[in-house]
């Protein structure tokens, strides 16, 4: 079977790092925190903004008031 060295060292990295906290999750994500403060870089959320809807929900009161309805089809 073929291994990827690449992979096998993140892989190894990421076991050595778990052990050094005891594999708390909490730990981890409490230095990841500070790493990241530290870094002094810019930190950009991806996630969904609240409040849009999806292209295909067929709700229009969270696009606002200029908003057209195209959910339904007139006659």
Known sequence: M????IVEEIHRIR??????????LDAI???LRRKEAASGREVVN??????LTT????RIKDLGEDAKDISRSST
Do not use: H, M, V
């Open 55 to 58: 292209r295909w929900s067929g």
């Open 46 to 51: 991806l996630s969904r903004k609240p409040g």
């Open 2 to 5: 073929w291994t990827d060295e």
């Open 29 to 31: 994500f409490e230095d």
């Open 15 to 24: 076991e050595k790092y778990a052990k050094s906290f005891n594999y708390d």
